[in-house]
T-cell receptor
Framework: TQLLEQSPQFLSIQEGENLTVYCNSS?????LQWYRQEPGEGPVLLVT?????EVKKLKRLTFQFGDARKDSSLHITAAQPGDTGLYLC????????????FGEGTQLTVNP | NAGVTQTPKFQVLKTGQSMTLQCAQD?????MYWYRQDPGMGLRLIYY???????DKGEVPNGYNVSRLNKREFSLRLESAAPSQTSVYFC?????????????FGDGTRLSIL
């Protein structure tokens, strides 16, 4: 059983559409990060959220951390082909030091 | 602008062979990590080193060993490769402790065990 459940696992949409990716757990996290990974490369950090209820915006991307710090979401407005990639959520549990626990990832394809 | 460098980028091994994956970072980071990435499973932590001179097991350590050679370098060794170890391996590093500090990843080593 994955500690962090991401959904959906695959998402294929048309340019201009909106989408939301979810990251859920029964565990509490002291912080949660979202990474984006392109083919042949390692993940690159998009954002970190640390406070329950926190909302952060990065251009057309909006990230939210749940009030109880057990879940998070990534919302993309007016998706573009350049948003195509693998999106990974990763959390640090209170008892795990600096170790990250990753979700399974969401493979997003935005078609022109 | 190197960041985290992994070698080799690709490798094919036969079952039972051994090999060492190399990782070096030039950001003066204390912590280093080895992950494997398999389809539908995200990244799973194999071993990590919180600081020079220390190493600890992660989620999936069986079949692997690590060496933190110095602050810059952290290697992963497969003593007797098995087909189940076919995967993409990523090394990462992290700077000073603190909430939200990112991990910086290399571009991965694609390993196939026949």
């Amino acid at each position: 059983t994955q500690l962090l459940e991401q959904s959906p696992q695959f998402l294929s949409i048309q340019e201009g559409e909106n989408l939301t990716v979810y990251c859920n757990s029964s565990s509490v996290f002291s912080s949660l990060q979202w990474y984006r990974q392109e083919p042949g490369e390692g993940p690159v950090l998009l954002v970190t959220v640390v406070t329950g209820g926190e909302v952060k915006k990065l251009k057309r991307l909006t990230f939210q951390f749940g009030d109880a710090r057990k879940d998070s979401s990534l919302h993309i407005t007016a998706a573009q082909p350049g948003d195509t990639g693998l999106y990974l959520c990763a959390g640090v549990r209170e008892t795990s030091g600096s170790r990250l626990t990753f979700g399974e990832g969401t493979q997003l394809t935005v078609n022109p | 602008n190197a960041g985290v460098t992994q070698t080799p980028k690709f490798q094919v091994l036969k079952t039972g062979q051994s090999m060492t994956l190399q990782c070096a970072q030039d950001m003066n980071h204390n912590s280093m990590y080895w992950y494997r990435q398999d389809p539908g499973m995200g990244l799973r932590l194999i071993y990590y080193s919180a600081s020079e001179g220390t190493t600890d097991k992660g989620e999936v350590p069986n079949g692997y060993n690590v060496s933190r050679l110095n602050k810059r370098e952290f290697s992963l060794r497969l003593e007797s490769a098995a087909p189940s170890q076919t995967s993409v391996y990523f090394c990462a590093s992290r700077g000073f402790q603190g909430k939200g500090q990112p991990q910086h990843f290399g571009d991965g080593t694609r390993l196939s065990i026949l």
